[in-house]
């Protein structure tokens, strides 16, 4: 479960832009908002590094975050939103955090993990396990959204598919998507075909046409009166 509790301190910004944004990863600051309870959002910067502490903790990106604004001694119940990452350098570029209430459920993308497809009978007779959809939503308490969902594929033959469905319930927790939603299949090996080499039967023509045809422009012998017979 992701019931564990970090302490995240942040700032708040003056300003905003992309100027301001650029200028603050320089310094190591992560720009983002945090949204409250129906109240105005506030611009805030967390420094990269503490960023990065919370977030690859136990709690994974549904830890529960106790958000204190730099200057506040009230800690705000909060969780990652959305977040933005840099597409070469992989790092969070930007984040989105929402105020929640404790008491209150949530909705929230939770990954699927596939456990035993090493063990699977349709991969050992050289079939191909592929996970069909990465993740589902799901509506809980914020202490109780899952960090990952794992899913048992080590009973899985040639040609079987789980669904939503096929997940195990947990207490507490509401699956949004629709049941069928294929979540794993075991497909057949596809089969390499060896394609026909044309250049052998050209070959073998041109050898067959040198051996029964007279080379072209000269006469086949016999096709015109032999030399010193008379035609008539």
Same mark, same amino acid.
């Given at each position: ?9 942040? @700032?708040? &910004? ?8 650029? &200028? ?6 992560? *720009? ?9 959002? =506030? ?18 990106? =549904? ?8 200057? @506040? ?11 933005? @990452?840099? *597409? ?5 570029? =930007?984040? +989105? ?6 008491? @209150? ?13 090493? +063990? ?27 960090? =990952? ?19 195990? $319930? ?18 057949? *090996? ?14 073998? $023509? ?6 029964? /045809? ?5 006469? $086949?012998?016999?096709?015109?009166? /032999?030399?010193?017979?008379? /035609?008539?």
């Amino acid at each position: 479960m992701a019931g564990e509790r970090v302490k995240l301190l942040v @700032q708040e &910004r003056e300003s905003r832009g992309s100027a301001e944004s650029r &200028r603050l990863r320089k310094q190591g600051l992560v *720009p983002g908002v945090l949204y409250g309870r129906g109240k105005t959002p =506030h611009a805030i910067s967390v420094p990269e590094r503490e960023l990065r502490r919370v977030l690859t903790g136990s709690g994974g990106l =549904h830890a529960i975050l106790d958000v204190v604004v730099k200057g @506040q001694k009230t800690a705000r119940a909060s969780i990652l939103k959305d977040y933005q @990452q840099d *597409p070469i350098r992989d790092t969070i570029i =930007h984040i +989105d955090l929402q105020e929640v209430r404790l008491d @209150q459920p949530i909705q929230a993308s939770v990954v699927v993990e596939l456990v035993g497809g090493e +063990d699977a009978p349709g991969v050992k007779e050289g079939g191909v396990l592929s996970q069909v959809a990465r993740e589902v939503t799901v509506e809980a308490l914020p202490m109780e959204i899952p960090q =990952h969902l794992e899913l048992d594929v080590s009973g899985m033959s040639l040609g079987d598919t789980l669904r939503l469905s096929d997940l195990p $319930e947990r207490e507490g927790v509401a699956y949004l998507d629709d049941p069928e939603t294929v979540l794993a299949n075991v497909s057949a *090996p596809t089969r390499v075909e060896e394609p026909e080499v044309e250049g052998e039967e050209v070959e073998g $023509e041109a050898e067959e046409g040198a051996e029964g /045809e007279a080379p072209s422009g000269e006469a $086949e012998p016999g096709a015109e009166g /032999e030399p010193g017979t008379d /035609e008539g």
